[in-house]
């Protein structure tokens, strides 16, 4: 792998003679830097290319249109090397319209490989002995000019990703895994782990007060004051472009909620509430407390409770797969990840035929594990 200073890409003819040299490979790798800590609404701030050749660093705040790379992320023809895809396919979504195929995901082979180290730090140490610096996993990749330091950082994220992938391929090969792998990089290809039919859920900003964990535990008027509190802390964050929890903190707010301040004195002894919040924010979050007190009680949204049926057959897959997982030596998703649990135990599948048919897309597992499910689904005690 060569080492020179990789190429940053900020001007529209230079993403076009871009677009044009990676059209003439085969393989690429590509990894995405994000502003997620810096931003009230996050951005994809960076996308990086590397092929055996050479490091490239596309710069999407700078560029006002990347559509030319539309056709490199679908060809079919161009295998897309990534490490935990599932994170990067969302933001390219998300922020450009992506969409992909011929994806390669190192994380998700090493899983099904059953390798224990899975970050990817982790594995270029023992598989190449290298050793990468962590002191930029939280770097602000919206900061403009980037520093060298942090170029350079970017393009180490996918420098080595080739050559790991090829190990992986061929232990995959040497293990009759390859066509597990294959099926879970269609299923990222497909987007179908990211929402449902395969399309992504739309960023949703509505402050919604049940995300907080402990929220439940209130009672409905203590609720209604944490809703009146996440839209005020909402309000601060988007006016100033912040994360939410760099205005303040989930528990801090559970905790406003829960004890009810009635003056800024008994809100400073609250749990997370400094001295410069209660500077910043003390009067607003009392007036916020005010207007819960004041506002109907918020009771916890509703769920239909599953069928015992459900539950059984949800319980039987759950302990098949573990097993099934215990000899593989693999973590229990890979057998079969969590939404084609559910589907089977939603769906109830009574022949192979209706299995089949629910299975269509995975046939590595309706092959090796078909028969397995179908004697778990239809076995006396899960009807």
């Not at 039919?197 to 209604?224: F, V």
């Not at 409770?305 to 890979?334: H, I, N, T, Y």
Request: some cysteine.
């Amino acid at each position: 792998m060569a080492e020179q200073t990789p190429a940053l890409i900020t001007h529209p003819a230079e993403l076009r003679r871009l677009v044009d040299a990676l059209h003439q490979e085969t393989i690429l790798a590509v990894d995405t830097e994000s502003n997620s800590l810096f931003a009230y609404r996050e951005q994809v701030c960076l996308i990086q290319f590397s092929t055996l050749q050479a490091d490239y660093l596309v710069d999407p705040l700078a560029l006002k249109d990347l559509s030319p790379l539309a056709a490199l992320f679908a060809s079919p023809k161009i295998e897309k090397v990534f490490h935990a895809a599932e994170y990067d396919l969302i933001c390219l979504h998300r922020d450009f319209g992506f969409e992909f195929t011929n994806l390669f995901d190192t994380m998700v082979a090493a899983r099904i490989l059953g390798w224990e180290a899975l970050g990817l730090g982790s594995i270029l140490e023992s598989q190449f002995g290298l050793s990468m610096d962590k002191r930029y996993q939280r770097a602000n990749w919206g900061q403009r000019p980037l520093p060298p330091d942090l170029l350079e950082y970017a393009r180490h994220d996918t420098q080595h990703l080739i050559p790991l992938r090829q190990r992986l391929y061929l232990e995959l090969q040497q293990r009759d895994l390859w066509e597990l792998a294959a099926e879970d990089f269609a299923r990222l290809s497909s987007l179908k782990a990211l929402g449902d039919n395969g399309r992504l859920p739309a960023e949703d900003k509505t402050p919604d007060c049940w995300r907080i964990s402990g929220a439940y535990d209130l009672q409905p008027q203590q609720a209604a004051v944490l809703l009146e509190l996440c839209r005020y802390r909402d309000q601060v964050a988007r006016s100033h472009n912040r994360p939410l929890f760099k205005v303040i903190g989930d528990h801090t707010l559970l905790s406003i909620a829960a004890h009810l301040p009635e003056d800024q004195a008994a809100l400073s002894q609250l749990p997370g509430m400094s001295s410069g919040q209660l500077r910043r924010h003390g009067a607003q979050l009392l007036q916020a407390v005010q207007r819960g007190l004041q506002a109907e009680p918020l009771f916890p949204p509703r769920s239909t409770r599953p069928s015992e049926a459900f539950l059984r057959r949800m319980d039987a897959l759950r302990r098949w797969r573990k097993a099934a997982a215990e000899q593989m030596g693999v973590a229990s998703d890979v057998v079969l990840p969590r939404d084609m649990l559910i589907t089977l135990a939603e769906q109830a599948p009574r022949s192979m035929e209706e299995l089949t048919d629910l299975l269509t897309d995975t046939p590595w597992r309706l092959e090796h594990f078909g028969p397995q499910i179908l004697t778990t689904l239809t076995a006396r005690k899960t009807t």
